[in-house]
């Protein structure tokens, strides 16, 4: 499994953006997808996730109001929609992907099976 993220960039404090990652490498509508982020000097924390079919996802708490993650199963894609973006949200964001039928707040586990490169997102306040 490949897993290609991209969409990060320089983005006011206020602002919005969309990550979309790229699943490849065995059958998409299999794996529970996720969103991670490390911010520097900090651990990686869970952000969003979605089940396999996509009728269920968790938030973290501090992105709960602001992010929408979403997945098209035609186009092997996961997407995070963020808005009103702060400072604190500047971090590298890993997508990931996990064999596991997880649903609810096991979304957020951290031992996801597969890992992407990461896409830098800056928040200028």
């Known amino acids: 499994v490949q897993l290609q993220a991209s969409g990060g960039g320089l983005v006011q404090a206020g602002g919005s953006l969309r990550l ?16 991670f982020r490390q911010a520097p000097g900090k651990e990686r924390e869970f952000v969003a996730g979605v089940s396999w079919g996509g009728g269920n ?17 035609s186009k092997n894609m996961v997407y995070l929609q963020m808005i009103s ?30 890992w992407g490169q990461g896409t830098l997102v800056t928040v200028s306040s």
Do not use: H
């Open 57 to 73: 996802t968790y938030y973290a708490e501090s992105v709960k109001d602001r992010s929408t993650i979403s997945r098209d199963n």
């Open 20 to 35: 979309s990652c790229a699943f490849s490498g065995d059958t998409f509508g299999r794996y529970a997808m996720g969103w």
């Open 85 to 114: 973006l702060k400072a604190e949200d500047t971090a590298v964001y890993y997508c990931a992907a996990d064999q596991s039928p997880l649903y609810g707040r096991g979304l957020s586990r951290p031992n996801y099976d597969y």
